[in-house]
C-alpha cells in the first residue's frame, strides 16, 4: 500500500507520492539524494522531489491505494465543469478539463479508459472523434483565444451544443466543422 498527497487545482486533483520512511525510496534514484532529515517528502512524478507540508498550497488529503493510480479520470480532470475552458470534449458532449500544458497528459488517461491499448493517446481520442480545446495564442497581437481542434475533422450535435455553452459557436474553425458536419446530425 503506497501513500499519496492529493492536491486540488482549478481543472481538478492531482497527486504526488507521499514518502515518510527511507525504506520507500529503496530501489529510487532519489534514495541516494534524499536525507533522513529532509522527510517527508513527495514525489513529483517528473522525476524530482518537494518537502511535504500540509499547509502547501492546494493540499488537500493524504490517502493510502495500491492502484498507480489513485484518482478517478472525473476527480483529475473535472467532468462536465461549469468552468471548463481548455481540455477535450467526448462524441457525446461531456467535457474534461484540463490546463494549459496538460493536453497530453489528460489524453493519455483518457485514452486508457476510453481507447485502451492506444500507443498514441492524443491521436487515439481524435480518430475515435474527440475535440481538444485548447489556448491559442497568436505570436502577433499577443492574444490568446480558445481554438477547437478536430483530428477526424468532424463533430457531434452535442459537441456543437457545447460548444455554444461555452461562447465558441463562432470560431472559424467551429463553423467550418459544423458546416462540413450539420447534415450528418
Not at 527511507?22 to 514525489?43: A, H
Request: proline share 3%.
Amino acid at each position: 500500500m503506497r501513500k499519496f498527497a492529493i492536491y486540488k487545482s482549478e481543472t481538478g486533483y492531482y497527486y504526488q507520492e507521499f514518502i515518510e520512511r527511507m525504506e520507500q525510496l529503496e530501489g529510487n534514484s532519489l534514495g541516494k539524494v534524499i536525507t533522513e532529515d529532509m522527510l517527508p517528502v513527495v514525489l513529483n512524478g517528473s522525476g524530482g522531489f518537494l518537502r511535504f507540508n500540509e499547509n502547501d498550497y492546494g493540499f488537500v488529503k493524504l490517502i493510502e491505494s495500491d492502484k498507480e493510480c489513485p484518482l478517478t479520470i472525473e476527480e483529475m480532470y473535472f467532468k462536465n465543469h461549469e468552468s471548463f475552458k481548455l481540455g477535450w470534449i467526448s462524441p457525446e458532449g461531456d467535457t474534461y478539463s484540463c490546463s494549459y500544458t496538460n493536453h497530453l497528459k489528460a489524453a493519455g488517461h483518457l485514452a486508457e479508459k476510453f481507447c485502451p491499448g492506444s500507443k498514441l493517446p492524443e491521436r487515439a481520442l481524435g480518430k475515435a472523434g474527440w475535440l481538444k480545446v485548447i489556448d491559442s495564442w497568436d505570436g502577433v497581437g499577443r492574444t490568446h483565444s480558445q481554438f477547437v481542434y478536430s483530428i477526424s475533422g468532424k463533430i457531434t450535435k452535442q459537441q456543437a451544443d457545447i460548444l455554444f455553452d461555452l461562447g465558441l459557436y463562432k470560431n472559424e474553425e467551429v463553423q467550418k466543422l459544423i458546416h462540413d458536419c450539420e447534415q450528418n446530425w
